[in-house]
């Protein structure tokens, strides 16, 4: 039985079908990702799942309850980290903890009983005292992700958890992420980097104009949607070279500003004609997420 199952679930805003027809299967103890560019759909479907919108047609059973009537009781066991810190700053790190807790009515003592493990879990021991305001970006985030687990929920949903962050503040969010895994909670995430997804998830879905148009586990559609690796090469005679020897030497290639993406099954004799063309540059790589996604949902900015 699916922590949540979503059927023909649909959502209109004026003329415009922002989410049509959306299935999910998501299982109990697992990561899932939902993906897609700008304007996809991803936002309003998790606020449908969470019962904060209705939709306009579909079923969605999260948690045994059917969504939206019974949105508040599956709320209570639901985490939730929005795309936007909407932490207290009146209050202090442990305060917001126990005030986000009393929402769910659970009992001081149980939550303050609660807040060390959750300020050891955001490894914000030595600032349960500390104002919000004077917190990193970073911390800010932790401490969000903390205060969903005050209820401690099955399932969490995050909303883009680690926009805005650096390198090593999101390779933090990473490692608590795992450690909920581990757990077995089950994690529903939107994502703008794939790299994120790749690491995460068991499994997602890429969504484009309302629609799934990808689905399943992101090395499983690696392996069945991209060809193993990838050189991308770039310069100002790029376009030039890709014109002249761009069918010759990859089985399929794309163009985005000045970088000319190679894909291939065997780069080695493209990779030996590439150190003779000095005004070249290039790098191989295996083939990850990203040109999954890309292949998918084209390489136009999405201005929404
Ligand atoms: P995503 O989260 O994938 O970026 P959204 O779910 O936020 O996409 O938006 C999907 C589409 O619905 C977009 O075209 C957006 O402009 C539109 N949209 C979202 N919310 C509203 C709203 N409250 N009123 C009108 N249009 C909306």
Redesign the pocket.
Known sequence: MPIIKVRNLTKH??N?E??RGLDLDIKRGECFGLL????????????MLLGLIEPDAGEILMLDQPIPLQARQARLRIGVVPQMDNLDPDFTVAENLLIYGRYFGIPDAVINSRIPSLLEFAGLTSKADTKITTLSGGMKRRLTLARALVNDPELIVLDEPTTGLDPQARHVIWQGLRRLIHQGKTILL?THFMEEAERLCDNLVI?DH?KVIATGNPRDLIAAEIEPGVVEIYGERVDAWAEQNGAAWCTRHEITGETLFCYTHDGTALIAHLREQCELRYVQRPSNLEDVFLKFTGRELRD?
């Open positions: 805003y004026g415009t922002v989410v897609g560019p700008n304007g996809a759909g991803k936002t309003t479907t998790l606020k939107t969504l309302g929404v």
